[in-house]
């Protein structure tokens, strides 16, 4: 298992301040190090960005035995072991960390020689820390341990689900192989039953995400915030957009998108035939060709997207083959391993792990490709001497590698030939069309859930199906509201990390203008995406999209033209 080989990375950068010999398994054991950076003396501009580099190498050592916890309870949520030492860690760890974390940054705030700082280097950092010393307070620690403990309830469910269908045992995500073969009854009898299974769980994922929910209120409540909302945007330090603008985000998906995105259901009704589409029509080739099979195992789909980045920029695709030899690709789909796909930086060894369900369909090159880009990212801003600035702001994050499946697409043939390589490619052009609206109901709900206090079951189950009607493209649902009403709970990003999904759509409309920038500048932009890789989360978002040939923004003029751009090409391809 991939998780064997983390013990044995290469260390290339060199420990400084935490002693090199220093093994992390409980918190006196970094208690000292704690001590000592709380004692020490800022009254120079020299001692003080030392002291800076200190913090941020102990907090890489300390967030690396974190990532592994966290890694380990995820490739198998059914080892004892690792559940226990996730609970350790975030119900005796975690607790003694953020306070002491909270009396470095009151030490950074106080220090005389703060104001002598160049602005250029530690503003975006100081901002950052100032506003993580007003979320700041005693009462919230349990409660963000005890949502921590019910995160990891929601990956044991998840995990836990299984299938049966046509004599076998199936996850999910190994279910979702039946949505793309030709046979409609077939395809309505895996649907149903999948999605029979997971409306089984949805009272005790209604009960997980009530005491989610409530809890989060409580500490937006302590804060003296007026609800989390409120909260969220702070801690995720959004400075360049509002809920007004998600709002905007929301009327322009509505107005420019969802018009391109009936027409594509159009077709696609036309296509196949039918009176009706159903849910089990969405996914299925409409000229009834079996499914796309890019690969038969993932040895197959590490080779073929190692060639697939060697083409894009031969530094990456050296980056993706060291990552394959060192074990750091965690890919095949099995029982007792949690659902999704991610991407985590050992944050002291300065490398990427990436983490996903494959199970031979095209989504899975498409998630391959998507968190390479996350990968690159980790790799590109590896230099940054602060530990804050070798990660981004979520939304460019995303643009990292929403960007690296377009570049991506010129070099399908890697998997595909002749007419399949053309199918593969307007599929993914048409899913990022048609996916715009997903990114408007998931970021909507969250708004109403947690602007509205108190907020019933019932009441946000009806919340979530008006929602659906509103950005719905012309699917027939009739005698299937149940299982549609309860369709949130399989969203792991709302019970894991609220409000984390706008920056898909952000990111989405700035991988596309990276995308037709590399359409008419070839190797300067890609250039110009690597730049900004670099910059890590050193700048604000609207340097960071313009570094990579884009702009920032989420409003009807940006989102059109791109619109425009995709249905084009799409034309030009058919």
């Known amino acids: 298992m991939p998780t064997d080989t983390l013990e044995t990375l290469p260390r290339q950068y060199p420990r400084e301040f935490v002693p090199a010999e220093l093994e992390v398994r409980g918190f006196d054991d970094v208690a000292p190090l704690f001590n000592q950076l709380l004692a020490a003396k800022l009254d120079t501009p020299e001692a003080l960005e030392t002291w800076l580099r200190n913090v941020s190498e102990l907090e890489a050592v300390i967030g690396e035995v974190g990532s592994r916890i966290h890694i380990r309870s995820t490739v198998d949520t059914t080892n004892p072991e690792y559940k226990r030492a996730f609970l350790d860690w975030v119900e005796h760890f975690e607790p003694r960390l953020k306070p002491v974390m909270h009396k470095l940054n009151e030490k950074f705030r106080d220090a005389?020689?703060?104001?002598?700082?160049?602005?250029?280097?530690?503003?975006?950092?100081?901002?950052?820390?100032?506003?993580?010393?007003?979320?700041?307070?005693?009462?919230?620690?349990?409660?963000?341990?005890?949502?921590?403990?019910?995160?990891?309830?929601?990956?044991?469910?998840?995990?836990?689900?299984?299938?049966?269908?046509?004599?076998?045992?199936?996850?999910?995500?190994?279910?979702?192989?039946?949505?793309?073969?030709?046979?409609?009854?077939?395809?309505?009898?895996?649907?149903?039953?999948?999605?029979?299974?997971?409306?089984?769980?949805?009272?005790?994922?209604?009960?997980?995400?009530?005491?989610?929910?409530?809890?989060?209120?409580?500490?937006?409540?302590?804060?003296?915030?007026?609800?989390?909302?409120?909260?969220?945007?702070?801690?995720?330090?959004?400075?360049?957009?509002?809920?007004?603008?998600?709002?905007?985000?929301?009327?322009?998906?509505?107005?420019?998108?969802?018009?391109?995105?009936?027409?594509?259901?159009?077709?696609?009704?036309?296509?196949?035939?039918?009176?009706?589409?159903?849910?089990?029509?969405?996914?299925?080739?409409?000229?009834?060709?079996?499914?796309?099979?890019?690969?038969?195992?993932?040895?197959?789909?590490?080779?073929?997207?190692?060639?697939?980045?060697?083409?894009?920029?031969?530094?990456?695709?050296?980056?993706?083959?060291?990552?394959?030899?060192?074990?750091?690709?965690?890919?095949?789909?099995?029982?007792?391993?949690?659902?999704?796909?991610?991407?985590?930086?050992?944050?002291e060894v300065r490398l990427p792990f990436i983490f996903m369900n494959a199970v031979g369909v095209d989504s899975d090159l498409r998630t391959l490709l998507h968190e390479g880009g996350h990968a690159f990212h980790a790799f590109a801003a590896a230099d940054q001497p602060l530990i804050d600035y070798r990660s981004a702001p979520m939304e460019f994050c995303e643009v990292a590698s929403m960007s690296m499946e377009l570049l991506g697409l010129p070099h399908m043939d890697e998997f595909y030939k002749g007419e399949e390589l053309k199918r593969a490619r307007q599929e993914f052009l048409t899913g990022i069309i048609e996916y715009f609206p997903f990114f408007a109901v998931v970021d909507q709900f969250q708004h109403w859930v947690y602007t509205h206090q108190g907020c019933t079951i019932a009441q946000r189950e009806q919340k979530w199906l008006e929602l659906n009607e509103r950005f719905g493209g012309g699917v027939d649902w009739s005698g299937l509201e149940p299982y549609r009403r309860n369709a949130w709970q399989r969203i792991g990003h709302l019970f894991w990390v609220p409000f984390y999904y706008i920056e898909y759509a952000i990111a989405q409309i700035g991988a596309l203008q990276v995308w037709l920038n590399s359409r008419k500048n070839g190797p300067k932009a890609l250039q110009q995406y690597r730049n900004a890789l670099a910059l890590g989360g050193s700048k604000p978002l609207p340097e960071l999209f313009k570094t990579a040939g884009g702009k920032f923004g989420m409003d009807a003029d940006t989102i059109k033209p791109l619109i425009d751009a995709l249905e084009s090409a799409l034309a030009d391809s058919e």
């Open 112 to 347: 005389p020689a703060r104001a002598k700082l160049d602005r250029a280097t530690y503003g975006i950092y100081e901002r950052g820390v100032l506003t993580r010393l007003a979320l700041f307070h005693d009462k919230n620690v349990p409660l963000e341990t005890e949502l921590a403990k019910l995160t990891n309830q929601y990956d044991e469910i998840q995990g836990a689900i299984t299938i049966p269908f046509q004599g076998a045992e199936h996850t999910p995500q190994a279910m979702a192989k039946f949505q793309l073969e030709p046979d409609r009854n077939l395809r309505e009898q895996a649907w149903r039953a999948t999605a029979e299974r997971r409306l089984a769980e949805h009272d005790k994922l209604n009960e997980l995400y009530d005491k989610q929910v409530r809890l989060r209120e409580q500490i937006a409540a302590n804060l003296g915030l007026p609800d989390y909302r409120a909260y969220a945007f702070k801690s995720f330090l959004r400075f360049d957009y509002t809920p007004a603008d998600c709002d905007a985000f929301a009327d322009a998906v509505e107005r420019v998108v969802m018009p391109a995105v009936k027409r594509s259901l159009e077709r696609r009704r036309n296509d196949m035939k039918l009176e009706k589409l159903r849910p089990w029509d969405l996914s299925v080739d409409p000229q009834g060709r079996p499914p796309l099979k890019p690969f038969s195992d993932v040895e197959r789909l590490k080779a073929g997207c190692s060639r697939i980045f060697h083409q894009v920029d031969p530094e990456l695709g050296s980056q993706f083959d060291s990552m394959r030899e060192l074990g750091l690709l965690d890919l095949d789909n099995r029982k007792g391993k949690a659902p999704g796909g991610y991407q985590s930086t050992l944050n």
